[in-house]
């Protein structure tokens, strides 16, 4: 089993600015702070992993910049060239909650292209698998706006690559990130060529979006499943809903390449989620999703990297994840398992089970 992973230091260099979590500090009533989409929770989900030995284990993809082309193969020629000119000019605001800070363009654009090399390697057999830490993040992305921290749709970009230079029929995502994977959505929501999966917190982020009768149109009517769960979903309720909702639609879909945007702020101590999985819930998460794509796509399954903001945990979710990918064993244990575990309502519960099954329904629509 070989794993690919992509990192860059100038991922972490994308800068945010002083905010109060979401909120500009404006130097008379919010006391500047760090912004919530800082760099360390990518910092310390990587260093864990060199810290456990698996770094070494693991094949280093070098990250390329993507081209405009590939760029404007979902967003519009206007929106790059404003996120472009917001870089060389001082920054500003990208779109809502999106800061493009000087030099993020070029930074995006290597997010971009670090996605895009993970899959080449995929798709090329050089590895089974590969994970893409970048920032920043991408599944909010709109075709012309930036939107909630992302400013070019990386998993979207893929995809649409993967159709028009790889010789690809048919990419799946599944976004696990607790915020509704809208941007990627947006990108298929009129094609079949893409399936579109999202397990998310109900109403969160964007609250008019990822509602379960939201299915597409035209051609791509049937392909968009959203699993809009309610908040404080545990453990029970996302190995439920892979099991009855998301592992059926991808053996019906039967893609060519699993793509999964993938945000670890459904944890339980997230700042920014009120849902409570920990890095034994991911693990589980991850082994379902190989094994379906053994079965469909010869293994191919390619994660970037969405949000996550607790700086304790995620590296602990994170290093779930790469340990089953690699099929690895570090030996490291995640402090925060036993707590998180042992939280009250982890198993599946009653209106969690009632959203899940309404969402079943929705897999016989999958051709």
Known sequence: MKTGFVWHESYAWHDTGSHAALIPADGKTVQPDTHGEDPETKRRFRNLLEMSGLW???????????????VLRFHTRDYLERVKHLSANGGGEAGPLTVCAPGSYEIALRSTGGVLAAMDAVLNGDVNNAYALVRP?????????????????????????????????????????????????????????????SIHQDRFFPADRGLIHQMGEGDGEGYNINLPMPPGSGVGAYVAAFERVVVPALRRYKPELIVVPSGFDAGAMDPFGRNMMHSDGYRQLTRMLMAVADEVCDGRLLMCHEGGYSRATVPFYGLAVMEELSGIDTGVADPFLEMVSGFAGQELQPHQEQVIENARELVYRVG
Do not use: Y
């Open 137 to 197: 993040p991408g599944h909010h992305a709109m075709p012309d706006e930036g939107q909630g921290f992302c400013l070019f749709g990386n998993a979207a970009i893929a995809g649409k690559v993967a159709l028009a230079e790889r010789g690809l029929e048919r990419v799946a995502f599944v976004d696990w990130d607790v915020h509704h994977g809208n941007g990627t959505e947006a990108a298929f929501w009129s094609d079949s060529r893409g399936l579109t999966i």
């Open 56 to 70: 070494d284990e693991l094949q280093q993809i070098k990250p390329r910049m993507a081209t405009e082309e590939d």
